[in-house]
């Protein structure tokens, strides 16, 4: 199931993950990565 949105949390292996989710539902999806020890603040736009 698919959650759309800003700041979705979930549970990975007891590891907490925040993703933003955002766009068409049939839209390709595009998949940013960032390095530690930055976060997912680096790819918003100003």
Do not use: C, Q
């Not at 590891?15 to 790819?43: R, T």
């Amino acid at each position: 199931m698919r959650s759309l949105g800003i700041n979705i949390n979930t549970n990975v292996n007891g590891l907490m993950v925040s993703y933003n989710d955002e766009g068409p539902a049939e839209a390709p999806v595009v998949l940013f990565i960032h390095g530690f020890p930055l976060n997912k603040s680096m790819w918003m736009l100003s």
